[in-house]
């Protein structure tokens, strides 16, 4: 399978940002978490990555979500890409949308106008969802953004136990 990795959109604040592995993991802190519907009480809980320079090679990398920077210029063999909640889609008048308030990057939405920042937005996941040359795995947070994505995508089912 080769070098895979999941990565993220800013749609979750960093609160593990400069705490060391050891702290994060003693302490059961996590930065990102993904309702499980279909197992109560059993989030999907993640950390951001821990490191920034060689994320991609760095030893728990495999158990961390990286970002549009800690991947850039690697090709991966399979991406694992999430969609956050900072970005939409309006079914009603068929467009993408982003939540300023849900963008958690200080310095990215700083000064711009919805149209920049939907268009920065947009364009960082591009960019993640190019990553992966033989496969990408995606999951979507925003039900509408998803079932949008449904028509473009192959949709995988969750496979549930038994």
Not at 3 to 29: D, F, V
Not at 31 to 51: F, M, Q, R, S
Not at 132 to 153: A, H, P, Q, W
Request: one cysteine or more.
């Amino acid at each position: 399978m080769g070098l895979c990795r999941n990565m993220a959109g800013y749609a979750w604040p960093w609160k593990t940002h400069k705490m060391k592995l050891s702290k994060i993991q003693k302490e059961g802190l996590y930065d990102i978490e993904i309702e499980n519907k279909y197992e109560v009480n059993n989030a999907h809980k993640y950390i951001w990555n821990t490191t920034q320079r060689d994320w991609i090679n760095s030893e728990n990398s495999i158990n961390e979500i990286g970002c549009i920077h800690t991947t850039q210029g690697y090709d991966l063999n399979y991406a694992g890409v999430i969609i956050g909640w900072e970005i939409d889609y309006d079914p009603i008048n068929n467009i993408i949308t982003v939540s300023k308030d849900m963008y958690q990057d200080a310095k990215g939405k700083e000064k711009v106008d919805e149209k920049i920042l939907r268009n920065y937005i947009k364009n960082i996941y591009a960019t993640l969802l190019e990553r992966g040359m033989y496969g990408t795995y995606i999951y979507v947070c925003n039900e509408s953004l998803r079932d949008y994505f449904k028509r473009f995508f192959t949709f995988v089912p969750h496979r549930t136990k038994g």
